[in-house]
């Protein structure tokens, strides 16, 4: 039963970006993690790529096939991928069973609100056994604008009704939102969408005549309920560990680390089946049925992190990156310093940045 995320949003949200940064943070938390880029106009693709659409189908070779522009080449491209879906699923099959499988689409708005093919593909992974989680990216500074804002609610809305799979919307590239000037409200009033009738004012002044039917629309997103965001700053590893622990409470799964690193007796199935077989009652009571809580998890903090105290923030982290490096280049001058004791005709240790 693999898990993975379907990786959604406007064009320039950061959907690549994203999953390259998803990428180098399993790896580095020995989490399995396989990306399927699904972009077929995807050229410089930033991660690892395991699978890539383009090796099916090439939404150049589309274009000029059939005289059609790069939006209709790009729906094309899709209905075919979903016509060819054997295709895909012999190459996810060939991926390791514990592999979090990543799918990068393409940034057009349509595939993911109205547009049949992707549902389509969707519905028949989670059929094979894929445990999906769609996860919406805007660019966050949408909310700067009330009219923005409610076009960004309307769309994850959409959004969510259309790919039928547990959702999480997330503003991204927040760590950029200070540029946009200031917000009129407090991130967590956007975040949490929480009262929108306050917005009256702001979309009357900015759109007299609409005004009404811009109240009506926040009204109905309000009766829903289900519209709410988190946060995405993909350099910031608090950032990405929050969002990580909210994509695997939505989706249910429950990580089981590999036995070097150590778990309390009797809590991990020490067989050899697929992780996601195998209970952790450890990792179950700390991630699944664990509260959501650290540095960036509340909209509160990301705010002083990013728009309040974003200066001394950025001074702070700076310290603590040069004491990791020294304690890095500390750890790799002892390893060597022992590699030499056992082996004395190794070449010495090279000077650490603190003796330096
Ligand atoms: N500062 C900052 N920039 C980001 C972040 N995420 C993405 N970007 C930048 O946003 C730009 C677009 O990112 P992509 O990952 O290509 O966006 P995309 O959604 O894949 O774009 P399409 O595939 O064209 O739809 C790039 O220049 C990224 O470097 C972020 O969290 N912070
Ligand atoms: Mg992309």
Redesign the pocket.
Known sequence: MPFGEVVC?????????????KHQLFTALNRPIAIVNL?P??ENI?YPCAIDVASLIKLEDVMNEFGLGPNGGMLYCMEYLEANYDWLEDRLKELDKDDYVLF?L??QVELSTNHPSVKNIIKKLTKSGFRLAAVH?CDAHYVTDASKYVSVLMLSLRAMLHLELPHVNVL?????IHQYGDLDFNLDFYTEVQDLSYLENLLTQQSPRYAALNMAICSLVEDFGLVGFET????DKQSMLHLTHVIDKATGCVFVPPDSVGQPPDTVDASDKPSTQRPNTYALMTSAAGRIRGPRSDARDVQERWIDAREEWDAWEKVQWRKEGVQVQEEAARQKSKIRERNPAAPPAEKTASTT
């Not at 949003?9 to 940064?21: A, D, E, R, V």
């Not at 991204?172 to 950029?176: F, G, H, T, V």
């Not at 995405?232 to 350099?235: G, W």
């Open positions: 949003g406007s064009p320039g949200s950061g959907k690549s970006t994203y999953c390259y940064g972009d106009a995807n930033p990068d393409p940034g990216l991204s590239k927040i760590d950029l995405l700053a993909v350099e």
